[in-house]
């Protein structure tokens, strides 16, 4: 009884540690993490919009690999140089528990049925026509989707989605006075523009 509920609170904890890590990458409260993991997904991104899937798959495992074989082959030699036994480079990692438990397994179906649950609900009310308007809405929308659909594809939308969520975080996290400077500067370089004064 005692295990399952430790186990019940490392999985609860592992939740809450990975929506914190989550929104620490989104909101960019570490810049350097948050450049890291938004340049890997864009990366990501453009790779499987001109790759397929599997191409870019094998691509990050293939990278990964000559990574870490690289790293094991030269901590080998250099272990066989210096005559030391520090052993297997990635002893830790390989001794590290990723087992994923039951209840974590089953916190996390529970939360997918709530919203599997809401998307049903919802899904029949719109189409059944329950609320004429909310359906109507839905009609509006879904016709305007047509037409982004004949100009973009989905990985198209996703990159514009990071572009835009990225700008507007680092244009959010700037001064106002910073940025109108930064406007002012552009305008002087800009040919044809009309000359400040300095009492402007």
Request: aromatic share 8%; proline share 2%.
């Amino acid at each position: 009884m005692a295990d399952s509920s430790s186990s019940a609170n490392n999985s609860s904890s592992l939740v809450r540690d990975l929506t914190h890590t989550a929104s620490q990458l989104v909101h960019w409260r570490e810049p350097k993490k948050s450049a890291v993991a938004f340049g890997l997904s864009l990366l990501i991104l453009v790779s499987v919009a001109t790759l397929s899937v599997i191409s870019v798959v094998s691509y990050l495992l293939l990278a990964c690999l000559c990574v870490t074989i690289t790293f094991r082959v030269y901590k080998s030699v250099i272990q066989a140089i210096q005559k030391s036994n520090e052993g297997h480079p990635f002893r830790s990692l390989l001794e590290r528990d990723i087992s994923v438990s039951s209840e974590s397994v089953r916190q996390l179906a529970d939360q997918f049925l709530i919203h599997l649950n809401w998307f049903n609900n919802q899904t029949r009310r719109l189409l059944l026509v329950e609320d004429l308007v909310d359906s109507l809405k839905l009609a509006v929308v879904m016709w305007v989707m047509t037409y982004i659909g004949a100009v973009f594809n989905g990985i198209t939308i996703l990159i514009l989605g990071e572009f835009s969520t990225g700008v507007r975080i680092i244009l959010s996290s700037q001064t106002a006075s910073g940025m109108s400077l930064s406007v002012f500067r552009l305008q002087d370089k800009l040919p044809g523009a009309v000359k400040r004064n300095k009492t402007d």
